[in-house]
Each structure stands twice: as C-alpha cells, then as structure tokens.
C-alpha cells in the first residue's frame, strides 16, 4: 500500500485551516516533521485559543465540535477526516492542549507499508472522504 499524497494533504490542509481558525490575530503556527527509525512524525503547533481537556477526546468524533467552535463555521467534520486517513494508512493521530496556550496536533505515519496495509484493514473511511 503506498501513501495517498492527497489524502495525506487533506490531514495537513484540515489541521492547518482549524490552527488558524482558531488562532487569534499575531499569533504563530508551527509546522515540524521528521523521521525516527520507520516512523515519519508531523507535529502543528499553534497559539491559539486552546482546547479544554476534558473536550479533547471527543475531537476526532465526526460533527464533534467543542464549545468555542460551535461559534463558527464549520460541520466538525475535519478532525474525524484527518483522523480516518491517518488510521488508513496505518498511522495514529493525537492532540494536547491547554486553553489559552493553543493546541499541539501530531501524526504519525509507518514507512513499513507491510505492516501498515495490515493495520489499515482495520479501519476505514466510511464515507466521510
């Protein structure tokens, strides 16, 4: 199974409209990524408004939206999305937070593919892609 590069931006695309969405003017994004041993990480920071703990396991349920977000526009779609195309590809997604001290969002994919395929039979899109 190789990497779906379009997909792949999708994840990059949803994580970066919702940093700056949610980054009130004169702040910063951070983008990173590198490689450790089969795993290629990709790490975005911002300074935004942050995010409650207690709402942050709810985030990549699909129309989840937590409380300032449901101020905006938007169907809570774009975290479920991401986090499906991720699985996909046999990698993982997560999120730490503090409001007020804006959002960390990292990803990782395997460069295994092998392993990876295996891993993503267990998940699926279901129709939000």
């Known amino acids: 199974m190789a990497i779906d590069v379009g997909r792949i931006e999708q994840v990059?695309?949803?994580l970066i409209?919702?940093?700056?969405?949610?980054?009130?003017?004169?702040?910063?994004?951070?983008l990173r990524a590198w490689r450790e041993k089969n795993?290629?990480?990709?790490c975005l920071k911002d300074t935004g408004i942050g995010i409650p703990e207690d709402e942050q396991s709810r985030l990549f349920e699909r129309f989840y939206k937590s409380d300032k977000a449901r101020r905006s526009e938007g169907t809570g779609l774009g975290l479920a999305i991401a986090q499906n195309i991720v699985r996909l590809h046999g990698g993982n997604i997560?999120?730490?937070?503090?409001?007020g001290e804006g959002s960390e969002f990292t990803f990782s994919l395997p460069m295994k593919r092998k392993k990876a395929?295996?891993?993503?039979?267990?998940?699926?899109?279901?129709?939000l892609v």
């Open 117 to 127: 395929a295996k891993r993503a039979r267990k998940h699926e899109l279901r129709g």
């Open 39 to 42: 795993t290629v990480y990709v």
């Open 94 to 99: 997560s999120v730490t937070s503090s409001p």
């Open 12 to 14: 990059l695309i949803n």
């Open 17 to 30: 409209h919702n940093a700056i969405k949610f980054t009130p003017s004169g702040g910063k994004l951070y």
